[in-house]
């Protein structure tokens, strides 16, 4: 669990990744303090050191786009107030079979950051169940691909239909956000 600082754009928060391969991918995109959790392995003083860092810097969790990834993101959370969530595709952060934020290209890192949105927002019920069926992005024939290219749009990730409505309503997205980044997929997947 080393922190490390890197080149390129300045971020002022501290990333959170899970390894020392995720800390040299992320160090060489942006210009930031960097911190492992080590996997699974980090202890409660480890979360002590990230709520200070969070009350003075601000903590961004950048994790693995796979399922260990989301759990460690999730517990995190739990313990940070505040931070962000960065979210890299899982197809952006993939070679030869493996997953991670260490295989993802330097500009895909950087516009995971720069997308990166708080946890706690003023949690709102603008989204409904509805919203995703009309839309298409649960239900549908293709609705698993509609939510990845959402997601990516959105900066939020890949989530399955009830995570999806659950990251749209906590993570302060608006009616208009959502409705423009869906303009956009249909205008991509239109060519």
Not at 4 to 28: F, H, P, Y
Not at 129 to 141: A, E, Q, V, Y
Not at 157 to 172: A, I, V
């Amino acid at each position: 669990m080393g922190l490390s600082k890197g080149v390129g754009k300045l971020i002022r928060e501290v990333i959170v990744v899970e390894g020392k391969d995720d800390i040299t991918a992320v160090k060489a995109a942006v210009d930031a303090e960097v911190i492992a959790t080590g996997g699974f392995a980090y202890s409660r003083e480890f979360i002590r050191t990230l709520q200070k860092i969070g009350e003075k810097r601000g903590i961004i969790i950048l994790t693995d786009p796979d399922y260990a990834g989301e759990q460690i993101r999730r517990d995190l959370a739990k313990h940070l107030k505040n931070c962000k969530h960065a979210f890299l595709p899982q197809g952006k952060a993939l070679r030869k079979g493996d997953i991670g934020v260490e295989n993802a290209a330097k500009d895909d890192i950087i516009r995971a950051i720069e997308k990166a949105r708080p946890s706690h927002v003023d949690r709102s019920k603008e989204f409904t169940k509805k919203d995703l069926i009309d839309r298409g992005l649960s239900g549908g024939p293709n609705s698993r691909e509609k939510r990845e290219s959402l997601g990516e749009t959105l900066g939020i990730g890949y989530s399955n239909s009830k995570q999806l409505l659950n990251r749209l309503n906590n993570f302060g997205i608006g009616r208009q956000e959502f409705e423009l980044a869906l303009e956009r997929i249909e205008k991509e997947d239109g060519r």
